[in-house]
């Protein structure tokens, strides 16, 4: 069975998020298209936008406003790394 996400956001100052529990994210990347990672999506590396993102857990979909970043996807997670929120 795959498990869960874990959602981490980041500044280089203070972790903005840790969620642990995810069953999706939705991200929108520099060339314009949206991603969303699953449970068990492959490793990658990505820019983002300034957009919200999204992700839902057991209490349901939750959205945060985030400067562009850096998108990583790995097998214990997904970590974004940002300025800030917008």
Same mark, same amino acid.
């Given at each position: 069975?795959?498990? @869960? #996400?874990?959602?981490?956001?980041?500044? @280089?100052?203070? %972790? /903005?998020?840790? *969620?642990?529990?995810?069953?999706? &994210?939705? &991200? =929108? #990347?520099?060339? $314009?298209?949206?991603?969303?990672?699953? @449970?068990?999506?492959? !490793?990658?590396? $990505?820019?983002?936008?300034?957009? !919200?993102?999204?992700?839902?857990?057991?209490?349901?979909?939750?959205? #945060?406003?985030? *400067? *562009? $970043?850096?998108? =990583?996807?790995?097998?214990?997670?997904?970590?974004?790394?940002? %300025?800030? /929120?917008?």
């Amino acid at each position: 069975m795959i498990k @869960p #996400l874990r959602l981490t956001v980041m500044t @280089p100052a203070e %972790t /903005l998020l840790e *969620a642990e529990g995810v069953r999706w &994210v939705h &991200v =929108q #990347l520099v060339d $314009g298209s949206g991603i969303s990672i699953w @449970p068990g999506h492959a !490793p990658l590396l $990505g820019e983002t936008v300034s957009a !919200p993102v999204r992700y839902a857990d057991d209490k349901g979909e939750h959205t #945060l406003d985030l *400067a *562009a $970043g850096i998108l =990583q996807v790995d097998r214990n997670g997904v970590t974004i790394f940002t %300025t800030g /929120l917008t």
